[in-house]
């Protein structure tokens, strides 16, 4: 059924005949098992990320300016006006995206 490749790897040799009742009924199985596994995985993890919430764990990456006074500096900065773009990036450590995206988030919905 297997045959020896280089570096212990594996092929399959044989084909499935999906054509024949006995192919068809194989290549569904194989998918039902597959399919099977994928929401056992599916579970798990969600499984595992509510477990993470309830101990306090927030996923995702790290914010770049952890502290509201850095924070409040770059909207201070920003709303001067007396800083270019890229000496504000420079002074704060972050990048223009970033720089951009603390500054939306301080603006009221209009």
């Known amino acids: ?10 092929i399959m040799t044989e084909k499935i005949d999906t054509s024949t009742p006995g192919g068809k009924l194989i290549f569904h199985l194989m998918g ?8 056992l995985i599916r579970e798990r993890t969600n499984a595992g ?12 990456r790290p914010r770049k300016l952890k502290t509201n006074g850095k924070v409040a500096l770059a909207r201070q900065m920003f709303a001067g006006k007396s800083h270019s773009i890229p000496e504000m990036c420079a002074a704060l450590g972050i990048s223009r995206a970033t720089l951009y995206r603390y ?8």
């Open 32 to 39: 039902a098992l597959a399919e099977f596994e994928r929401d």
């Open 1 to 10: 059924m297997y045959r020896a490749k280089q570096r212990s790897s594996y």
């Open 103 to 110: 500054v939306k988030e301080a603006k009221p919905p209009e």
């Open 49 to 60: 990320l509510e477990a993470a919430r309830a101990r306090g764990r927030k996923g995702g």
